[in-house]
């Protein structure tokens, strides 16, 4: 069985650029979830979907941060204008039920 | 607000010995407590998963506890060895939010 995959794993973009991240969860999960994590930190929840709908995402800045999940399957999450603090890591995880959540291998973000 | 603190942030210790690392938690109002290792630049991969209801799990050397009553989990590594070095990150799934609240990680070295 594939695991969630993520692309890219590094991306280096200028301040007040925008940028995308892309992820696609095991098949057969329904639950789709974001996560930022900064250096040092443990990863904190940006959005939670529950197939093509977003169910928490109390904590996603929404004023520059956006992210959807048309077909229930694949997720784009997307900034802009990007800021030096949004360096850090972006986790994608899935799970099939309320239980165990698998995660990709994250993107890197750099902003200069 | 739950919290998660893992203690001690950073421990090293030579190849062979027995080891433990604490996590503690705020809110006993939860689903499950997952223990994942993260390695440099990569991404989480689960150790243990122990349910409300379970006291415990094994898999190989790694041993997991959970009191729920206290906020308390341990893991325990035996024997350990080089290859386990890495960041140990405690997250627990709150009861009715589906998310996971992580700790900051513990980062272990075991020298050779």
């Known amino acids: 069985e594939a695991g969630v995959v993520q692309s890219p794993r590094y991306k280096i973009i200028e301040k007040k650029q925008p940028v995308a991240f892309w992820c696609n969860p095991i098949s057969g999960h329904n639950t789709l979830y974001w996560y930022l994590q900064n250096l040092g930190q443990g990863p904190e929840l940006l959005i939670r979907?529950?197939?093509?709908?977003?169910?928490?995402d109390s904590q996603l800045p929404k004023d520059r941060f956006s992210a959807e999940r048309l077909k229930g399957v694949d997720s784009t999450l997307k900034i802009q204008p990007a800021e030096l603090g949004d360096s850090a890591v972006y986790l994608c995880a899935s799970s099939r039920t309320v239980n165990e959540q698998f995660f990709g291998p994250g993107t890197r973000l750099t902003v200069l | 607000k739950q919290e998660v603190t893992q203690i001690p942030a950073a421990l090293s210790v030579p190849e062979g010995e027995n080891l433990v690392l604490n996590c503690s938690f705020t809110?006993?109002?939860?689903?499950?407590l997952q223990w994942f290792r993260q390695d440099p630049g990569k991404g989480l991969t689960s150790l243990l998963l122990i349910q409300s209801s379970q006291r415990e799990q094994t898999s190989g050397r790694l041993n997991a506890s959970l009191d729920k009553s206290s906020g308390r989990s341990t893991l325990y590594i035996a024997a350990s060895q080089p290859g386990d070095s890495a960041t140990y990150l405690c997250a627990v799934n709150e009861l009715g939010a589906q998310k996971l609240v992580f700790g900051q990680g513990t980062r272990l070295t075991i020298n050779p």
């Open positions: 979907y529950e197939n093509e709908e977003a169910v928490d």
């Open positions: 809110d006993s109002a939860i689903y499950n």
